[in-house]
Protein backbone atom coordinates (compact mmCIF):
# COMPACT_ATOMS: atom_id res chain seq x y z
CA UNK A 1 0.00 0.00 0.00
CA UNK A 2 1.26 3.36 -1.14
CA UNK A 3 2.66 4.97 2.18
CA UNK A 4 3.04 2.35 4.45
CA UNK A 5 6.58 1.94 3.77
CA UNK A 6 7.09 5.12 5.30
CA UNK A 7 6.78 3.99 8.16
CA UNK A 8 9.76 1.35 7.77
CA UNK A 9 13.51 2.06 7.67
CA UNK A 10 16.65 0.42 6.43
CA UNK A 11 18.57 0.07 9.69
CA UNK A 12 21.98 0.94 8.24
CA UNK A 13 24.14 0.32 5.24
CA UNK A 14 27.91 -1.26 5.17
CA UNK A 15 29.98 -1.21 1.97
CA UNK A 16 32.45 -4.09 2.64
CA UNK A 17 35.52 -3.75 0.56
CA UNK A 18 37.39 -6.54 -0.38
CA UNK A 19 40.66 -5.32 -2.10
CA UNK A 20 41.94 -1.60 -2.98
CA UNK A 21 42.45 -0.78 -6.91
CA UNK A 22 45.81 -1.98 -7.96
CA UNK A 23 48.35 0.60 -6.59
CA UNK A 24 49.65 3.41 -8.55
CA UNK A 25 47.47 2.97 -11.64
CA UNK A 26 45.45 5.17 -13.23
CA UNK A 27 41.35 5.04 -12.80
CA UNK A 28 39.73 2.46 -14.65
CA UNK A 29 35.90 1.54 -15.51
CA UNK A 30 34.57 -1.54 -14.40
CA UNK A 31 35.55 -1.12 -11.04
CA UNK A 32 32.74 -2.52 -8.24
CA UNK A 33 31.93 -2.01 -4.12
CA UNK A 34 30.50 -4.84 -2.52
CA UNK A 35 27.19 -3.10 -0.63
CA UNK A 36 25.85 -4.87 2.74
CA UNK A 37 22.61 -3.58 4.44
CA UNK A 38 20.52 -5.10 7.59
CA UNK A 39 16.67 -5.40 6.32
CA UNK A 40 13.75 -3.29 8.12
CA UNK A 41 11.48 -5.99 10.28
CA UNK A 42 8.47 -3.48 11.59
CA UNK A 43 6.92 -0.35 10.29
CA UNK A 44 7.38 3.09 12.27
CA UNK A 45 4.50 2.74 14.45
CA UNK A 46 6.17 -0.55 15.58
CA UNK A 47 3.83 -3.34 13.30
CA UNK A 48 5.79 -5.94 11.57
CA UNK A 49 6.96 -5.39 8.17
CA UNK A 50 4.80 -8.11 6.00
CA UNK A 51 5.30 -6.41 2.71
CA UNK A 52 8.52 -5.72 1.75
CA UNK A 53 9.33 -6.20 -2.50
CA UNK A 54 13.03 -4.98 -3.43
CA UNK A 55 15.43 -2.18 -2.11
CA UNK A 56 16.38 0.57 -4.00
CA UNK A 57 20.50 1.25 -4.25
CA UNK A 58 21.42 4.77 -4.59
CA UNK A 59 25.33 5.78 -5.57
CA UNK A 60 27.24 8.71 -6.24
CA UNK A 61 30.68 10.69 -6.39
CA UNK A 62 29.85 13.86 -5.28
CA UNK A 63 27.32 14.76 -2.56
CA UNK A 64 24.10 13.28 -1.45
CA UNK A 65 23.36 10.01 -3.29
CA UNK A 66 19.65 9.84 -2.58
CA UNK A 67 17.22 10.19 -4.15
CA UNK A 68 18.16 11.43 -6.74
CA UNK A 69 21.78 10.20 -8.10
CA UNK A 70 22.15 6.64 -10.16
CA UNK A 71 20.08 3.73 -8.63
CA UNK A 72 18.99 0.19 -9.35
CA UNK A 73 16.89 -2.11 -7.51
CA UNK A 74 17.54 -5.28 -5.34
CA UNK A 75 14.56 -7.91 -5.01
CA UNK A 76 14.49 -8.66 -1.09
CA UNK A 77 14.87 -12.01 -0.14
CA UNK A 78 11.42 -12.14 1.52
CA UNK A 79 8.22 -9.95 2.80
CA UNK A 80 8.93 -10.15 5.91
CA UNK A 81 12.49 -9.86 7.12
CA UNK A 82 13.72 -11.73 10.20
CA UNK A 83 15.70 -10.09 12.83
CA UNK A 84 19.20 -8.45 11.94
CA UNK A 85 18.76 -10.28 8.32
CA UNK A 86 21.74 -8.67 6.18
CA UNK A 87 21.01 -7.78 2.04
CA UNK A 88 24.38 -7.56 0.18
CA UNK A 89 24.18 -6.80 -3.45
CA UNK A 90 27.56 -5.51 -5.87
CA UNK A 91 27.92 -2.12 -7.36
CA UNK A 92 29.41 -3.07 -10.95
CA UNK A 93 30.33 -0.47 -14.01
CA UNK A 94 32.07 1.63 -11.49
CA UNK A 95 35.07 4.02 -12.15
CA UNK A 96 37.82 1.95 -10.20
CA UNK A 97 39.79 3.89 -7.57
CA UNK A 98 37.43 6.66 -7.51
CA UNK A 99 35.07 7.21 -4.17
CA UNK A 100 31.53 6.53 -3.86
CA UNK A 101 28.78 7.60 -1.66
CA UNK A 102 25.81 4.92 -1.24
CA UNK A 103 22.58 4.70 0.41
CA UNK A 104 19.98 1.99 0.43
CA UNK A 105 15.82 3.01 0.69
CA UNK A 106 13.33 -0.27 0.96
CA UNK A 107 9.88 -0.18 -1.54
CA UNK A 108 6.72 -2.29 -0.57
CA UNK A 109 4.88 -4.46 -2.73
CA UNK A 110 2.97 -1.32 -4.18
CA UNK A 111 5.75 0.59 -4.96
CA UNK A 112 5.57 3.01 -1.97
CA UNK A 113 9.09 3.76 -0.98
CA UNK A 114 10.83 4.33 2.69
CA UNK A 115 13.52 7.70 2.91
CA UNK A 116 17.11 6.55 2.63
CA UNK A 117 19.21 5.27 5.08
CA UNK A 118 21.98 6.88 6.12
CA UNK A 119 25.24 7.14 4.00
CA UNK A 120 28.18 4.75 3.62
CA UNK A 121 31.36 5.48 1.08
CA UNK A 122 33.64 3.41 -0.81
CA UNK A 123 36.44 3.31 -3.26
CA UNK A 124 35.53 1.25 -6.10
CA UNK A 125 38.12 -1.59 -6.40
CA UNK A 126 39.04 -3.09 -10.02
CA UNK A 127 38.16 -6.92 -10.09
CA UNK A 128 41.75 -7.77 -10.94
CA UNK A 129 44.52 -6.80 -9.74
CA UNK A 130 48.20 -6.83 -11.82
CA UNK A 131 51.99 -7.59 -10.12
CA UNK A 132 54.33 -6.28 -9.85
CA UNK A 133 53.29 -2.76 -10.38
CA UNK A 134 54.72 0.17 -11.81
CA UNK A 135 57.87 0.51 -13.68
CA UNK A 136 59.13 -3.09 -14.03
CA UNK A 137 62.98 -2.75 -15.89
CA UNK A 138 64.21 -5.39 -17.92
CA UNK A 139 68.20 -4.30 -17.69
CA UNK A 140 70.61 -4.73 -20.23
CA UNK A 141 70.32 -7.03 -22.75
CA UNK A 142 72.71 -7.95 -25.45
CA UNK A 143 71.14 -7.51 -29.36
CA UNK A 144 70.44 -11.03 -30.78
CA UNK A 145 69.31 -12.58 -26.75
CA UNK A 146 66.17 -12.03 -25.51
CA UNK A 147 65.07 -11.33 -21.28
CA UNK A 148 61.99 -11.84 -19.67
CA UNK A 149 59.36 -11.02 -16.55
CA UNK A 150 56.79 -12.28 -15.00
CA UNK A 151 53.77 -10.39 -14.31
CA UNK A 152 50.96 -12.10 -12.11
CA UNK A 153 47.27 -11.00 -13.11
CA UNK A 154 44.78 -12.24 -10.26
CA UNK A 155 40.98 -12.04 -9.93
CA UNK A 156 40.45 -10.17 -6.75
CA UNK A 157 36.65 -10.13 -7.14
CA UNK A 158 35.13 -13.60 -7.38
CA UNK A 159 33.45 -14.63 -10.69
CA UNK A 160 34.61 -14.78 -14.14
CA UNK A 161 37.51 -12.54 -14.91
CA UNK A 162 38.96 -13.11 -18.73
CA UNK A 163 41.21 -10.40 -20.49
CA UNK A 164 44.36 -10.02 -22.90
CA UNK A 165 47.65 -8.46 -22.14
CA UNK A 166 49.69 -6.48 -24.86
CA UNK A 167 52.55 -4.89 -25.07
CA UNK A 168 54.42 -2.49 -27.29
CA UNK A 169 57.77 -3.47 -30.03
CA UNK A 170 60.63 -4.60 -29.13
CA UNK A 171 58.38 -6.07 -25.93
CA UNK A 172 56.07 -8.92 -26.46
CA UNK A 173 53.63 -11.18 -25.13
CA UNK A 174 55.38 -14.93 -24.86
CA UNK A 175 52.84 -16.40 -22.74
CA UNK A 176 49.65 -16.98 -20.45
CA UNK A 177 47.35 -14.22 -22.84
CA UNK A 178 44.63 -14.24 -23.19
CA UNK A 179 43.51 -15.37 -19.58
CA UNK A 180 40.32 -16.14 -17.64
CA UNK A 181 40.69 -16.24 -14.08
CA UNK A 182 37.58 -18.14 -12.22
CA UNK A 183 37.08 -17.25 -8.92
CA UNK A 184 38.94 -15.30 -5.92
CA UNK A 185 42.27 -15.75 -5.81
CA UNK A 186 42.87 -17.52 -8.84
CA UNK A 187 46.14 -16.39 -11.32
CA UNK A 188 47.38 -16.20 -14.27
CA UNK A 189 51.19 -15.72 -15.18
CA UNK A 190 52.17 -13.29 -18.25
CA UNK A 191 55.15 -13.54 -19.60
CA UNK A 192 56.65 -10.38 -21.55
CA UNK A 193 59.30 -10.65 -23.62
CA UNK A 194 62.14 -8.19 -24.28
CA UNK A 195 63.95 -8.71 -27.73
CA UNK A 196 66.53 -5.52 -28.71
CA UNK A 197 67.52 -4.90 -32.20
CA UNK A 198 68.79 -1.80 -31.48
CA UNK A 199 71.42 -0.65 -28.87
CA UNK A 200 68.90 1.89 -26.86
CA UNK A 201 67.04 2.18 -24.30
CA UNK A 202 63.29 1.22 -25.06
CA UNK A 203 60.23 1.67 -23.25
CA UNK A 204 56.67 0.96 -23.87
CA UNK A 205 53.21 0.33 -22.01
CA UNK A 206 52.17 -2.75 -21.12
CA UNK A 207 48.24 -3.54 -20.66
CA UNK A 208 46.21 -5.71 -19.24
CA UNK A 209 42.60 -5.71 -20.07
CA UNK A 210 39.36 -7.79 -18.71
CA UNK A 211 35.76 -7.31 -17.91
CA UNK A 212 36.05 -3.70 -19.85
CA UNK A 213 39.02 -2.21 -17.09
CA UNK A 214 42.54 -2.14 -18.24
CA UNK A 215 46.07 -2.10 -15.80
CA UNK A 216 48.55 -0.29 -17.14
CA UNK A 217 52.11 -0.19 -16.21
CA UNK A 218 55.52 0.78 -17.71
CA UNK A 219 58.46 -1.65 -19.30
CA UNK A 220 61.83 -0.55 -19.74
CA UNK A 221 64.95 -1.84 -21.04
CA UNK A 222 68.45 -1.27 -23.01
CA UNK A 223 69.82 -3.13 -26.24
CA UNK A 224 73.45 -3.56 -26.07
CA UNK A 225 76.46 -4.53 -28.57
CA UNK A 226 75.55 -4.37 -32.15
CA UNK A 227 73.29 -6.07 -34.36
CA UNK A 228 74.46 -8.85 -36.80
CA UNK A 229 74.81 -9.03 -40.46
CA UNK A 230 72.77 -11.43 -42.09
CA UNK A 231 71.86 -9.15 -45.44
CA UNK A 232 74.05 -10.45 -47.95
CA UNK A 233 76.11 -7.80 -50.75
CA UNK A 234 74.29 -7.49 -54.63
CA UNK A 235 76.60 -7.99 -57.04
CA UNK A 236 76.22 -7.30 -61.32
CA UNK A 237 78.39 -7.99 -64.39
CA UNK A 238 77.96 -5.59 -66.74
CA UNK A 239 80.97 -6.09 -68.84
CA UNK A 240 81.60 -7.44 -71.60
CA UNK A 241 77.68 -7.74 -71.58
CA UNK A 242 74.81 -7.20 -68.53
CA UNK A 243 72.86 -10.24 -70.35
CA UNK A 244 72.70 -13.84 -68.83
CA UNK A 245 74.87 -15.40 -71.81
CA UNK A 246 77.95 -14.40 -74.50
CA UNK A 247 79.56 -15.44 -76.94
CA UNK A 248 83.39 -15.40 -77.01
CA UNK A 249 85.38 -15.79 -80.19
CA UNK A 250 88.69 -15.89 -78.46
CA UNK A 251 90.31 -18.12 -75.55
CA UNK A 252 90.07 -15.68 -72.91
CA UNK A 253 86.94 -13.26 -71.54
CA UNK A 254 87.95 -9.97 -69.85
CA UNK A 255 84.50 -9.48 -67.16
CA UNK A 256 83.75 -6.30 -65.39
CA UNK A 257 81.12 -5.04 -62.75
CA UNK A 258 79.51 -3.40 -59.59
CA UNK A 259 78.61 -4.50 -55.75
CA UNK A 260 77.42 -3.12 -53.57
CA UNK A 261 76.50 -4.00 -49.65
CA UNK A 262 74.76 -2.12 -46.52
CA UNK A 263 78.53 -2.22 -44.55
CA UNK A 264 80.68 -3.37 -46.97
CA UNK A 265 82.23 -5.57 -50.16
CA UNK A 266 85.33 -6.71 -49.12
CA UNK A 267 85.95 -9.13 -52.29
CA UNK A 268 84.79 -10.61 -55.20
CA UNK A 269 85.66 -13.85 -56.43
CA UNK A 270 85.31 -15.63 -59.97
CA UNK A 271 85.32 -19.50 -61.13
CA UNK A 272 85.06 -21.34 -64.31
CA UNK A 273 83.21 -24.51 -63.94
CA UNK A 274 85.27 -25.96 -66.85
CA UNK A 275 88.71 -24.47 -65.08
CA UNK A 276 89.70 -21.82 -63.19
CA UNK A 277 89.16 -19.47 -60.59
CA UNK A 278 90.93 -16.15 -58.84
CA UNK A 279 89.53 -12.79 -57.06
CA UNK A 280 88.96 -9.87 -58.95
CA UNK A 281 90.40 -6.26 -59.02
CA UNK A 282 88.56 -3.70 -56.83
CA UNK A 283 85.26 -4.19 -54.72
CA UNK A 284 81.95 -2.29 -55.63
CA UNK A 285 83.69 -1.47 -58.79
CA UNK A 286 85.74 -4.55 -59.91
CA UNK A 287 87.07 -6.28 -63.03
CA UNK A 288 89.05 -9.23 -63.72
CA UNK A 289 91.67 -9.35 -66.70
CA UNK A 290 91.59 -12.54 -68.45
CA UNK A 291 89.33 -15.45 -67.60
CA UNK A 292 90.51 -18.68 -69.76
CA UNK A 293 87.81 -20.52 -71.52
CA UNK A 294 87.41 -24.00 -73.02
CA UNK A 295 85.69 -24.91 -75.89
CA UNK A 296 82.21 -25.00 -75.64
CA UNK A 297 79.81 -23.72 -72.43
CA UNK A 298 81.95 -21.82 -69.76
CA UNK A 299 79.73 -20.90 -66.75
CA UNK A 300 81.31 -18.41 -64.76
CA UNK A 301 80.38 -16.92 -61.51
CA UNK A 302 81.10 -14.22 -59.72
CA UNK A 303 80.69 -13.66 -56.00
CA UNK A 304 80.64 -10.81 -53.75
CA UNK A 305 81.02 -11.67 -50.00
CA UNK A 306 81.58 -8.86 -47.03
CA UNK A 307 83.02 -9.58 -43.48
CA UNK A 308 80.03 -11.12 -42.00
CA UNK A 309 80.44 -14.08 -44.63
CA UNK A 310 77.17 -13.26 -46.19
CA UNK A 311 77.78 -13.76 -49.94
CA UNK A 312 76.12 -13.20 -53.58
CA UNK A 313 76.91 -15.02 -57.19
CA UNK A 314 75.95 -13.35 -60.18
CA UNK A 315 76.72 -15.53 -63.15
CA UNK A 316 77.40 -15.25 -67.25
CA UNK A 317 77.24 -18.40 -69.43
CA UNK A 318 79.87 -18.10 -71.84
CA UNK A 319 80.36 -19.96 -75.14
CA UNK A 320 83.52 -20.59 -77.36
CA UNK A 321 82.62 -20.67 -80.57
CA UNK A 322 84.93 -21.45 -83.41
CA UNK A 323 87.45 -24.97 -82.09
CA UNK A 324 86.06 -28.11 -81.55
CA UNK A 325 87.37 -29.67 -78.29
CA UNK A 326 90.28 -31.76 -78.59
CA UNK A 327 90.91 -35.28 -78.08
CA UNK A 328 93.47 -37.20 -76.03
CA UNK A 329 94.05 -40.89 -77.00
CA UNK A 330 94.22 -42.80 -74.39
CA UNK A 331 95.14 -46.46 -73.69
CA UNK A 332 94.93 -49.01 -70.69
CA UNK A 333 97.38 -50.83 -69.15
CA UNK A 334 99.34 -53.12 -70.64
CA UNK A 335 98.94 -57.32 -69.17
CA UNK A 336 102.00 -59.26 -69.32
CA UNK A 337 101.30 -63.17 -69.88
CA UNK A 338 99.16 -64.32 -67.38
CA UNK A 339 100.34 -67.16 -65.13
CA UNK A 340 98.35 -70.00 -63.47
CA UNK A 341 98.73 -72.45 -60.91
CA UNK A 342 96.35 -75.07 -60.60
CA UNK A 343 95.17 -77.66 -57.97
CA UNK A 344 92.40 -80.02 -57.62
CA UNK A 345 89.89 -77.11 -56.71
CA UNK A 346 91.55 -73.47 -56.86
CA UNK A 347 94.19 -72.20 -59.28
CA UNK A 348 96.04 -68.70 -58.70
CA UNK A 349 96.15 -66.44 -61.52
CA UNK A 350 98.87 -64.12 -61.58
CA UNK A 351 100.07 -61.28 -63.85
CA UNK A 352 101.80 -57.96 -64.38
CA UNK A 353 100.56 -54.51 -66.02
CA UNK A 354 102.72 -51.60 -67.02
CA UNK A 355 101.28 -49.12 -65.20
CA UNK A 356 99.16 -49.66 -62.08
CA UNK A 357 95.39 -50.48 -62.34
CA UNK A 358 92.54 -52.88 -60.51
CA UNK A 359 92.49 -56.57 -60.52
CA UNK A 360 90.02 -58.83 -61.95
CA UNK A 361 88.96 -62.22 -63.27
CA UNK A 362 86.72 -63.90 -65.69
CA UNK A 363 86.82 -67.78 -65.84
CA UNK A 364 84.21 -70.48 -66.70
CA UNK A 365 84.48 -74.09 -68.57
CA UNK A 366 83.57 -72.11 -71.91
CA UNK A 367 85.06 -68.97 -73.95
CA UNK A 368 81.50 -67.63 -72.20
CA UNK A 369 83.15 -67.58 -68.90
CA UNK A 370 80.45 -66.83 -66.71
CA UNK A 371 82.26 -66.96 -63.84
CA UNK A 372 83.83 -63.63 -61.82
CA UNK A 373 85.98 -62.72 -59.23
CA UNK A 374 85.38 -60.24 -56.72
CA UNK A 375 87.42 -56.80 -57.98
CA UNK A 376 90.18 -55.78 -55.75
CA UNK A 377 90.10 -52.41 -56.34
CA UNK A 378 93.77 -51.19 -55.27
CA UNK A 379 95.55 -49.40 -58.35
CA UNK A 380 99.20 -51.96 -58.65
CA UNK A 381 101.36 -53.05 -61.31
CA UNK A 382 101.59 -56.93 -59.78
CA UNK A 383 98.62 -58.65 -60.00
CA UNK A 384 97.03 -62.09 -58.37
CA UNK A 385 93.45 -63.88 -57.92
CA UNK A 386 92.86 -67.01 -56.04
CA UNK A 387 89.82 -68.34 -57.18
CA UNK A 388 88.30 -71.52 -55.48
CA UNK A 389 85.21 -74.43 -55.67
CA UNK A 390 86.30 -75.86 -59.27
CA UNK A 391 85.98 -79.10 -60.22
CA UNK A 392 88.64 -81.72 -60.56
CA UNK A 393 90.20 -82.37 -63.77
CA UNK A 394 88.70 -80.03 -65.52
CA UNK A 395 89.33 -77.45 -68.14
CA UNK A 396 88.45 -73.56 -67.39
CA UNK A 397 88.88 -70.88 -70.08
CA UNK A 398 89.89 -67.10 -68.10
CA UNK A 399 90.65 -63.90 -68.84
CA UNK A 400 92.44 -61.24 -66.72
CA UNK A 401 91.18 -57.23 -66.88
CA UNK A 402 92.64 -53.99 -65.52
CA UNK A 403 91.66 -50.46 -65.10
CA UNK A 404 93.76 -47.54 -64.21
CA UNK A 405 93.16 -44.51 -62.32
CA UNK A 406 91.56 -42.90 -65.55
CA UNK A 407 89.14 -45.49 -66.15
CA UNK A 408 90.62 -46.94 -68.77
CA UNK A 409 90.01 -50.79 -69.54
CA UNK A 410 92.59 -53.27 -70.88
CA UNK A 411 90.86 -57.00 -71.14
CA UNK A 412 93.11 -60.27 -72.15
CA UNK A 413 92.57 -62.50 -74.86
CA UNK A 414 91.49 -65.76 -73.35
CA UNK A 415 94.39 -68.50 -71.71
CA UNK A 416 93.13 -71.93 -70.14
CA UNK A 417 94.31 -74.17 -67.01
CA UNK A 418 93.27 -77.28 -65.99
CA UNK A 419 92.79 -78.74 -62.48
CA UNK A 420 94.49 -82.13 -60.93
Known amino acids: MPGKIERSVVRYVALTLLIAILGKTGPGFAGILDATWIAPTTNTDGTPLTDLASFRVYFTTSGGPCPTSSSFAVASPTPSPGPNQSVSSRLTGLRAGTPYSVAVSAVDLGGGESACSSIASGVARAEFAVSPTGSVNFGSVAIGSFAEQTFTVSNTAGGTVAGAADVGAPFSIVSGSPFTLSGTGATQAVKVRFTPTTSTTASATVSFTANSDTISGIVTATGTGTAADTIAPSIAITSPTSASTFVATGPSLALGGTASDNVGVTQVTWTNNLGGSGTATGTTSWSVGAIALQAGTNIITVTARDAAG ?111
Open 310 to 420: NSRPATLTVTLSGSTPSTVAVTGPVISQPTASAKPTSVTISWTTNKPGDTQVEYGTATTYGGLTTLDSRLVTSHSQVIKGLARQTLYHFRVKSRDAANNLTVSSDFTFSTR
